[in-house]
């Protein structure tokens, strides 16, 4: 079992960047897919990116794609999500996740959650 610790999150302009990173604890965090979701209030929650266990392979949804950049440091026990060029749109909770299958953008193999960390773009 992991224990999953997102931190990062905050309040900042349209334009700006943050990075968000997700702390493991328990086993290690190369033996997880690791994946970041969002879910902005009255939404459902929406992947937005993925890396698998070597880091070798991400995806990202459409909306994000160019902007952010997922990234993991398997000796940290840590996995990042670099935010730039931020949007309103991009307001959410963010929560990162792990797997033990495969690497994917469905939340549905995805069996550890963090309890997220709220992002705020004003405009």
């Known amino acids: 079992q992991v224990q999953l610790v997102e931190s990062g999150g905050g309040l900042v302009q349209a334009g700006a960047s943050l990075t968000l990173s997700c702390a493991a604890s328990?086993?290690?965090?190369?033996?997880?897919?690791m994946g970041w979701f969002r879910q902005a209030p009255g939404k459902e929650r929406e992947f937005v990116a993925a890396i698998s266990r070597s880091g070798g392979v991400t995806y990202y949804a459409d909306s994000v794609k160019g902007r952010f950049t997922i990234s993991r440091d398997n000796a940290k026990n840590t996995v990042y999500l670099q935010m730039n060029s931020l949007k309103p749109e991009d307001t959410a909770v963010y929560y990162c996740a792990a797997t033990s299958r495969i690497t994917t953008w469905d939340e549905r193999p995805y069996d550890y959650w963090g309890q997220g960390t709220q992002v705020t773009v004003s405009s």
């Open positions: 328990g086993r290690t965090l190369s033996s997880y897919a």
